[in-house]
């Protein structure tokens, strides 16, 4: 793990409240593969044959397999529980709005940005989207609870 962000504490814990600002972002790439998609399905058991079945699949608006939505989703967690706010984060809230399909082959970007900061309730309200290019696949608004410091 590595961040250019002071503040960080990467051996155990990733950024405490203190440490944020509005602005803050940080990203993950991931290209999906299709056995991302075969080991979604059988993970989460949303076996639907649009994620599964090409032979299904063709016969929809999309013309070929998608991947699933909450795949994205599970980026945009990557990114909050690894990078910022980072380990030690709590997942609150999370809106989303699937705006594109992505399919196999794709390489989705999540990225998060922090949009406000509510220091007496310990949350911070991120941006989230994941794109495809410069296509957005998925929007959203997410809440994190992340700790404060230690008081010596």
Known sequence: MYSNH?????S?????????KVGMSASHAKTVT???????????????PVHCNEVFAAQTQFKSRIVHGMFCAGLISCVAGTR????GCVY???QLRFKAPVRIGD?????CTIQEII???????????CTVGDKVVVEGT??????RRAKA
């Open 6 to 10: 002071e503040g960080y504490n990467d």
């Open 12 to 20: 155990i814990h990733g950024y405490y409240l203190e440490d944020l």
């Open 34 to 48: 299709e056995t991302d998609v075969v080991m979604f399905a059988g993970l989460t058991g949303d076996n639907n």
């Open 84 to 87: 910022l706010p980072g380990p």
């Open 92 to 94: 609150v809230d999370q």
């Open 107 to 111: 390489t989705v970007t999540a990225l």
């Open 119 to 129: 220091p007496e309730r310990r949350r911070v309200i991120m941006n989230t989207i």
């Open 142 to 147: 997410a809440i994190f609870m992340v700790s």
